[in-house]
Structures are given as structure tokens and as C-alpha cells.
């Protein structure tokens, strides 16, 4: 397919379907490789940058989504209502983290790893659509297993988990320092 023609079908697949598509499909319809689909489209990028346009295309994992710029929000206020703002609690962040770096994982586990039940949290994040069941642990009583969606990796700007930052030994053990004292504090109240 001539590379117009294909930008063309992906703009209107990516616009249409309002949610990320993976490159493999998009490859498959306009009848490319995947090296040279997310060449196409990472062309498509950088001419929207360029050319200061109300809309980009994100990359996400493996797959790519059409979105508006961040800096065009307040012109979509003016005209739409405002969109459903969520809150992340320091609660809700401190889930939040854990699942992202231990995903998949129970809620158990992440309860274990917080020290309060984390029943609401996880319920909240899934609510927002940060968190999601991603399946079951083969165990006794199968418990569901969480972990982040597209979602989170929009609403945090990274295009996969890779890109989250990393925790270096240091800082692990000093979470773990703090952990610990709080757990004390706790059993002498």
C-alpha cells in the first residue's frame, strides 16, 4: 500500500476506534511488517509535533492510540463537560505502586506488603480503571490476580511498564526501614 494511503488507514482506524490498537493489527491492514508500521506511524508523530496539532498518537506497549494533547484540556472545557476527575490518596498511590511493580498480584498480597486491608483501594483503582483482574492464581481458592492497565500507563505518561522508574537496592531498604517502624508503632498502640 502506497505510505499515504496507509497513514490515511491509520489515522481513520486509530480516530475511530478511540482506543489503543495493536501494531500488529494495523500491520496486518495495511499489509506492512510491524518494524515498518511503527515506522509509518512514528513518522505520523513527529509531523503532528511539528505541525502543533490538537490531537497525537501515543505509544503504549506494543500498540499505538490516538488522543488529544494535554495542553488542549481547558479549550475541551469550554465546550464539553468537565471530565470525571479522580483523586489518588497517598492510600490509593502507595496500591497503586505496589501493584505496578509486583503485578500480577492478589489482593492478599498486597495487603501483606501494606499491613491494612486494601479491599477499598484496590476497588477505587479499579473503579478508575488504573487496576484491572488480569486473571486467577492457580492456589487454593484461585484468588484473582490484579494488575495495571493502559490507563495507568496513559495517566502516568510512560509507554510501558519498563519505563516506570526503578527502585535501586537503597531505596527498597529504606521503604523497608519505614515498614518495619510502622508496624512497631502500630502493635504498641
Same mark, same amino acid.
Given at each position: 500500500?502506497?505510505?499515504?494511503?496507509?497513514?490515511? *488507514?491509520?489515522?481513520?482506524? &486509530?480516530?475511530?476506534?478511540?482506543?489503543? *490498537? $495493536?501494531?500488529?493489527?494495523? +500491520? %496486518?491492514?495495511?499489509?506492512?511488517?510491524? /518494524?515498518?508500521?511503527?515506522e509509518?506511524?512514528?513518522? =505520523?508523530?513527529?509531523?503532528?509535533e !511539528? $505541525? #502543533?496539532?490538537?490531537?497525537?498518537?501515543?505509544? &503504549?506497549?506494543?500498540?499505538? !492510540? =490516538?488522543c488529544t494533547?494535554? %495542553?488542549?484540556? #481547558?479549550?475541551?472545557?469550554?465546550i464539553?463537560?468537565?471530565?470525571?476527575?479522580?483523586?489518588?490518596? @497517598?492510600?490509593? &498511590?502507595?496500591?497503586?505502586?505496589?501493584? +505496578?511493580?509486583?503485578?500480577?498480584?492478589?489482593?492478599? #498480597?498486597?495487603?501483606?506488603?501494606?499491613g491494612? /486491608?486494601s @479491599?477499598?483501594?484496590? /476497588?477505587r483503582?479499579?473503579?478508575?480503571g488504573?487496576?484491572?483482574e488480569?486473571?486467577r492464581m492457580d +492456589?487454593?481458592?484461585r484468588p484473582?490476580?490484579?494488575?495495571t492497565?493502559?490507563e495507568?500507563?496513559r495517566?502516568?505518561? *510512560?509507554?510501558? &511498564? %519498563?519505563?516506570?522508574?526503578?527502585l535501586n537496592? %537503597? !531505596?527498597?531498604e529504606?521503604?523497608?526501614h !519505614? +515498614?518495619?517502624?510502622?508496624?512497631?508503632?502500630?502493635?504498641?498502640?
Amino acid at each position: 500500500m502506497e505510505r499515504t494511503k496507509a497513514e490515511a *488507514v491509520i489515522e481513520a482506524i &486509530l480516530f475511530t476506534m478511540g482506543e489503543s *490498537v $495493536e501494531t500488529a493489527r494495523l +500491520a %496486518e491492514v495495511i499489509e506492512e511488517d510491524a /518494524n515498518t508500521t511503527r515506522e509509518i506511524i512514528r513518522g =505520523m508523530i513527529a509531523r503532528m509535533e !511539528q $505541525e #502543533e496539532r490538537g490531537i497525537s498518537i501515543i505509544e &503504549l506497549e506494543d500498540s499505538f !492510540q =490516538m488522543c488529544t494533547k494535554g %495542553e488542549m484540556y #481547558e479549550y475541551l472545557l469550554k465546550i464539553a463537560k468537565a471530565p470525571r476527575k479522580y483523586v489518588l490518596t @497517598d492510600a490509593l &498511590l502507595e496500591t497503586l505502586s505496589i501493584i +505496578a511493580y509486583k503485578q500480577p498480584i492478589t489482593r492478599i #498480597e498486597v495487603e501483606r506488603i501494606r499491613g491494612v /486491608n486494601s @479491599d477499598h483501594a484496590v /476497588n477505587r483503582l479499579i473503579e478508575f480503571g488504573l487496576v484491572a483482574e488480569v486473571g486467577r492464581m492457580d +492456589a487454593p481458592g484461585r484468588p484473582l490476580l490484579f494488575g495495571t492497565t493502559e490507563e495507568f500507563l496513559r495517566s502516568f505518561g *510512560v509507554k510501558s &511498564l %519498563e519505563d516506570l522508574p526503578a527502585l535501586n537496592q %537503597e !531505596q527498597i531498604e529504606d521503604f523497608r526501614h !519505614q +515498614a518495619e517502624e510502622e508496624a512497631e508503632l502500630k502493635m504498641d498502640i
